[in-house]
């Protein structure tokens, strides 16, 4: 079992490679088929994977420059790492009893989602872990709730969000399945009713001579560079000693766009393979069920929405974040999200987009960045005597949400 968590189902090329083998296997393929197919899906989601690391290696130096500007100092006990060495065995048999729940679902209830975001399904039970143990839980309770509310979260979520997703990709074939979630749906119901769909950011009018903004990996990069500029002047602990900003500036920009194109090539080359490899699973093992990806798929169809949702929500989310310091709000020192802003926020965008255009893109991030700084401070409060300093870089979104609610639903059991 421990082989199978480890090496499969925390091994997303590994995993979505088996699955669209099995896939061919079943739709009785001709070996060459099988070996091309599985191959082409394990290595799309390597270049997804290759392209998702250069934008967070881009990203994560920002938020550290600004918790060294702030003071945040990140207790040991507080991190995933020093939660993982002691409650790893935990987390691992709620993965795999969760994951058991979840297939029954999909099997015997109307709810057809597979969940196929690898590493989320490590984070989720990670997360109901944690707060089974804030509310003193432990042994066969803390697991089983652990396993329960995985499965809920990657059954339900994903089917939740179908229709807004099927809007923006134009037909049934997926689902998301990411932590945007309640930023995606509070999102999309705020553009769906102030925004016009007839204008989408993708047909921006946009002069000759500044044409080049219609391709992301050229938007980004120049959004990354002022943003580093402007995180540098506020936090010289970005560069080096003796370094260049300028410099530091212009090469995170360009390692953020070409990380923008391996992953939108990833994810070209992964939606051509799993989807029709998938259908032989769907129509023999779970007749009608949808595969349920990462956000990134998502990113392709409106990928001008990701770098306006980015640009907002960071503005947004950081003018709250300095006011909830201000004021002290929480009782915890906020730093801004980058990470949630850019993929979590972007998925909202993106989803805003498909309800109301460019103006829903806007006024549906700005939306879902309220709620996200909202849930970020929460949730850091909650989770105070295990994860708080990892929710302050990855929550504000479905983790700091669900762990919301499973802290609250574990207290009671830890009442009893």
């Known amino acids: ?19 669209a083998m099995l896939g061919l296997i079943i739709q009785r393929k001709s070996v060459s088929d099988i070996i091309k197919g599985s191959l082409s899906a394990a290595f799309g989601m390597v270049i997804l994977d290759a392209g998702v690391g250069m934008l967070v290696g881009t990203i994560a130096p920002l938020n550290a420059a600004v918790q060294s500007e702030l003071g945040v100092k990140v207790a040991e006990g507080l991190s995933d ?56 839980l432990e042994g066969g309770i803390l697991i089983g709730l652990g396993a329960v509310f995985s499965a809920i979260y990657w059954s339900f979520m994903p089917w939740i969000m179908r229709k ?7 037909d049934d074939s997926f689902l998301i399945g990411h932590p945007t979630g309640i930023l995606s749906l509070i999102s999309g119901f705020v553009a769906k009713r102030v925004g016009n769909k007839e204008k989408s950011t993708e047909d ?6 500044l044409g080049f903004f219609r391709e992301i990996s050229i938007t980004g990069a120049l959004v990354m560079l002022v943003m580093n500029i402007v995180v540098g002047i506020i936090a010289p602990s970005l560069v080096s000693e003796n370094g260049s900003l300028v410099m ?36 023999k093992l779970v007749p009608g069920s949808k595969p349920a990806f990462d956000i990134p798929i998502l990113f392709n169809y409106r990928p001008n929405a990701v770098i ?9 989310s950081t003018v ?4 909830a310091n201000t004021f002290n709000i929480f009782g915890v020192l906020l730093v801004p999200l980058v990470i949630t802003s850019f993929f979590e926020c972007g998925g909202a965008a993106v989803i805003g987009e498909g309800q109301g255009g460019v103006r829903g893109a806007i006024i549906g991030t700005i939306t879902a960045s309220f709620v996200m700084v909202a849930l970020l401070g929460f949730s850091a409060v909650l989770f105070s005597e ?7 870089i990855f929550g504000g979104n479905d983790l700091s949400l669900w762990g919301i609610i499973s802290r609250g639903i574990a207290s009671l059991f830890g009442g009893l």
């Open 81 to 136: 790492v020093t939660f993982t060495a002691e409650h790893g065995g935990d987390i691992g048999l709620a993965m795999f009893i969760g994951l058991i729940i979840h297939l029954a679902i999909a099997r015997f209830t109307p709810v057809k989602t597979i969940f196929l975001t690898g590493h989320m399904l490590w984070w989720f039970p990670f997360i109901f872990i944690a707060a089974g143990v804030e509310a003193g």
């Open 164 to 170: 807004y997703v099927w809007d923006v990709i134009g």
């Open 386 to 392: 295990t994860i708080t300093n990892w929710l302050l």
């Open 204 to 209: 921006l009018n946009i002069p000759e001579g």
């Open 308 to 316: 306006i949702g980015f640009i907002v929500a960071m503005i947004t």
């Open 248 to 283: 530091f500036a212009f090469n995170a920009a360009l390692k953020f766009g070409a990380g923008l194109l391996i992953m939108l090539y990833g994810v070209r080359l992964l939606i051509n393979q799993i989807i029709p490899s998938f259908q032989g699973i769907a129509e």
């Open 1 to 19: 079992m421990n082989f199978i968590t480890d090496h499969i189902l925390r091994n997303p090329p590994v995993l979505l490679g088996l699955i």
């Open 320 to 323: 709250l974040v300095i006011l």
